[in-house]
């Protein structure tokens, strides 16, 4: 198993979400955070002219654990419907997952997706 940890922009989580139900990928697990990535952040232009930074701009972070054979389906699945192909896009990891337990049954492995 492997989990597929996505970083996107807020506004892009209903239309990841979508695309990962329609595909029959339900479980899942969205943290707000903040983060930075090449760009440390943005420099913004106030009405004044003048320049401020903010160097942790606010990202969702969704996690899934799929079979080792979904990982890459869900990784095509998750940018498609995450880009915009401006910085910022985001940013995906994939971690491996020794095991997993559904807690009401006593599953495990794969069978506890
Ligand atoms: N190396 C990293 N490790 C962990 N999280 C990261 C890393 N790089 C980026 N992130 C997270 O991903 C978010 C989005 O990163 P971002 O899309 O700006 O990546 P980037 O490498 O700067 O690419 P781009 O040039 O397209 O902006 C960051 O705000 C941060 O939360
Ligand atoms: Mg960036």
New binding site residues.
Partial sequence: MQKVEA?IRPEKLNDVKNALAAAGFVGLNVVN???????KGVVHIGRGGETYEVDM?P?VKLEVVVRDEDAEKVVQLIAQAARTGH?????IFLIPVADAMRVRTGERGEAAL
């Fill in positions: 970083i955070v903040t983060g930075r990535g090449v760009q701009l990202k910085i910022g896009d985001g940013k």
